[in-house]
């Protein structure tokens, strides 16, 4: 897909700041995604928001690829409004000690969403003040969004398997 | 006594409008008399002035505004008297999904409730689960509560509600007043480890 | 020993915090949220929102569910507005396998959209009438959302959990009495709205109760990444309407209104004249659609368009393209799309990742009301308590959308 001139623009100008820390960059459906590492991603995340004027952050959320190496990728979607513009920023994390830092100190919207991805995927925002469950109860003990892990509940006695073909 | 007196001036007035009134339960009657077994009078009075304790959680419970609003108008059954205490409800109406994190608050309004109550189960997340087959949501709230109507529907029209509140109507209408001492209320109740 | 009477343990007993449990099933809420606030008198000192308590897990199951059976899920999560959920999704797949609409099924499409917007809206500003002592009002205006539904059966079927068009367009093509109906909405529902405006916009019990309470700044208000109503009472010009036009809103003309300070007032009147907007998008949807070709209510896609029934027991290619689109192996691009819609509480997004299975590989929804609820604490510190009540439902937190 051919890169529109807005987002080339981004891309360099992230590139010389970053240098090597931004990488994978492509376009899909229009929207410029990059992927870039833990250590740096609060200071990406600032340089998009002061510098580069993505001032609003519209999600965080994380996907679960299993049997990877670094198996979440714990996914932002910032917003310039100004310039009508959308970006995806992702950074891959290890499953087994999945630690990223918070981006609360950058927007205090995003409170909520770290705290649902952690419920969700366990991933652990390290600084995050209050990092407690938020959709499930605090004593489910896993977090369901994994993809070990059944949709439904395995507790369950009325449902014979043989019923359902399985 | 003084709960048939009031629905003797309750169908006074009634009878000056156009409005039909409830038919007397039956009985022997004659010159100046009129005499039936008390239970079915409880039950009479009691089924026409229902106050229901919405337990209104997610879609259902929009259903659930539009039997209570003007167009439906769910207070043409007695039932004009939303109750959110449940020390005075009659009947539960629980509308909606009701998860494993929210089922321990219900079974405690159950618990609040005095008897006689009625619980009704509205829409099929209350019933069985519904669509939402999944590890957070409670299949059904009969795992932790008796349910006397279930109406079926995602959600139910409100057509549906107000049937479901008939059935309630009929059963609290022909219950013995008497119905929590019975062994098989007990039973029941003892099932649910409420006491 | 006597209950009744609080044991203080400080010198001055006017220091004293009480804590109330606000919730989860406060008759006051509108839904089952849960917050624990300590109070000093009638003023708010602090709170603490637990939400969490119809989590349903909508992520898990779409996981689990082919792109067609994932739509009657996305009725559930704003069930006030359950088409315009219907609707992002169907764009979002649709933007996905790049297929580019009829212009008279984008049409058709803001009419409904903005259907659901008004009914959206009813809900929030009658219940905001309502909990500041206007019982009226809700009982008033409260009836046209039924006039909607009834549009939305004639159409689809169903009422609140609509389940509307599929992935392609539209499962069948408006009828007359929809047409009608639609036009008789348009020739009521102006009459009521100004008199429900009559009732409480210059009345002054409700202005005193609303002006210049919650005020939110700009500042704050894109901080915690407020959208919608919410934001543009703040004064902020954002709707994705506007900013990213999809099925076709470019064409129409219309304006977005802003407020200024962002307290419960603007947003009430943000809200009522987002509904004179919305019937003046659909009375222009109306005469464009006089211009189209008729008969015009499906993209020209018969892999992703659920062929019709007759179709499928008559003909052997539709039986096959119906088989595939049912057990989900319709060839959609391995690629990940964000997709926003304008819903009724703000922008409504769509993250969907496909690897080519028969299900997403991942969906994630942008929930408005998730969102913009964490402010809620925060923001009722110092707040008198049957202030934040209405702070509450001029915030209209759906909770289907809320926990997902
Ligand atoms: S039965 Fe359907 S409409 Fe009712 S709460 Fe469940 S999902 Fe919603």
């Known amino acids: 897909m051919e890169e529109t001139t807005l987002n080339n623009d981004i891309h360099v100008k992230l590139t010389e700041k970053f240098g090597e820390k931004v990488t994978a960059v492509s376009e899909p459906y229009g929207l410029l995604t990059f992927v870039t590492y833990k250590d740096v991603i609060i200071n990406v995340l600032s340089h998009l928001k002061e510098e580069l004027k993505f001032n609003f952050l519209t999600d965080i959320t994380a996907v679960h690829y299993p049997g990877k190496e670094h198996g979440i990728a714990v996914v932002y979607h910032l917003h310039n409004m100004v310039e009508k513009q959308r970006i995806r920023i992702k950074v891959f994390i290890s499953e087994q000690n999945p630690t990223i830092p918070t981006a609360t100190n950058v927007w205090k919207g995003a409170n909520w969403m770290e705290r649902e991805t952690y419920d969700l995927f366990g991933v652990k925002f390290e600084g995050h003040p209050d990092l407690r469950r938020i959709l499930n109860m605090d004593d489910l003990g896993v977090h369901p969004m994994l993809k070990q892990y059944p949709l439904e509940d395995p507790n369950r006695v009325d449902k014979k398997d043989e019923f359902f073909g399985r | 006594m003084l709960l048939i007196l009031q629905r003797d001036e309750h169908f006074l007035f009634i009878n000056m409008s156009e409005i039909n009134i409830v038919d007397a339960p039956p009985g022997i009657e004659g010159s100046g008399f009129f005499a039936t077994s008390l239970d079915k009078v ?28 003007s167009h439906y108008d769910l207070g043409r059954f007695g039932a004009e008297r939303l109750s959110f205490s449940p020390r005075q409800a009659d009947v539960l109406m629980v509308m909606g999904t009701i998860a494993k994190k929210m089922a321990p608050v219900l079974k405690q309004v159950y618990i609040q409730m005095a008897e ?28 932790v509560i008796p349910v006397d109507v279930y109406v079926p529907g995602c959600p139910p029209r409100p057509e549906a509600i107000l049937d479901g509140f008939q059935r309630i109507q009929d059963l609290v209408k022909n219950e013995s007043g008497r119905r929590r001492n019975s062994d098989y209320y007990k039973d029941l109740l003892g099932q649910y480890g409420i006491k | 020993m006597n209950h009744n009477h609080p044991v203080f343990t400080d010198n001055d007993p006017q220091s004293e915090l009480v804590t109330l449990n606000l919730g989860p099933t406060h008759p006051a809420t509108h839904g089952v949220f849960q ?34 059976q994932i739509t009657p899920l996305t009725d559930r999560l704003n069930y006030c507005s359950s088409p315009i959920n219907n609707m992002g999704w169907h764009m979002t797949v649709e933007k996905l396998l790049n297929i580019q609409m009829p212009k008279r099924v984008d049409y058709l499409r803001v009419i409904i959209m903005e259907l659901s917007r008004i009914a959206d809206h009813i809900i929030c500003n009658t219940i905001i009438g309502q909990d500041t002592g206007a019982t009226t009002t809700f009982l008033y205006l409260f009836q046209f959302r039924e006039h909607i539904y009834e549009i939305f059966e004639e159409v689809c079927g169903a009422r609140l959990t609509t389940n509307i068009g599929r992935i ?18 348009l020739k009521e529902f102006p009459k009521a709205l100004k008199e429900f405006e009559n009732l409480l916009s210059r009345n002054r019990i409700f202005i005193d109760r609303t002006a210049g309470v919650a005020e939110v700044t700009k500042e704050t208000a894109l901080e915690y990444s407020w959208t919608g109503p919410l934001l543009r009472a703040t004064g902020v010009d954002y709707d994705v309407r506007v900013s990213d036009p999809y099925s076709s809103y470019q064409d129409f003309d219309f304006e977005v209104p802003v407020g200024t300070s962002g307290d419960i007032y603007d947003r009430y009147l943000v809200r009522n004249e987002e509904m004179w907007q919305s019937v003046r998008i659909i009375e222009q949807a109306i005469v464009k659609l006089k211009t189209e070709p008729k008969g015009i209510f499906h993209a020209d896609v018969p892999e992703f368009y659920l062929p019709p029934k007759q179709e499928v027991y008559n003909n052997m290619e539709a039986l096959i393209y119906h088989f595939k689109i049912v057990m989900g192996e319709i060839d959609a691009p391995k ?20 690897d080519g299975g028969r299900t997403p590989y991942r969906l994630h929804f942008r929930r408005p009301s998730f969102i913009n609820y964490q402010m809620f604490a925060p923001m009722s510190e110092g707040m008198l308590l049957s202030d934040a009540i209405i702070n509450m439902s001029s915030m209209n937190i759906i909770a289907g959308e809320l926990d997902a």
Not at chain 2, 46 to 63: K, M
Not at chain 2, 118 to 136: H, R
Request: proline share 3%; aromatic share 14%; glycine share 12%.
């Open chain 3, 168 to 185: 392609g367009g539209f499962e069948r093509d408006f009828n007359d009495i929809a047409f009608a109906k639609i036009d008789k909405f």
């Open chain 2, 42 to 69: 409880i039950g009479l009075a009691r089924s026409n002035s229902l106050w229901p304790l919405p337990f209104a959680t997610s879609c259902c419970g929009i259903e659930f505004m539009a039997t209570m609003g």
């Open chain 2, 116 to 143: 006689p109550r009625w619980v009704m189960a509205v829409g099929a997340c209350a019933s069985s689960g519904g669509i939402f087959d999944t590890y957070s949501v409670l299949q059904g709230i009969d795992e």
């Open chain 3, 335 to 354: 690629a990940e799309v964000y997709h926003a819609v304008e819903g009724g509480n703000g922008e409504l997004g769509f993250y969907l990742i496909n």
């Open chain 3, 35 to 68: 917050n624990v606030l300590q109070l000093d008198g009638e003023r708010i000192v602090s709170g603490v929102s637990t939400i969490g308590y119809i989590h349903r897990a909508f992520e898990k199951i779409a996981e689990h569910r082919p792109f067609y």
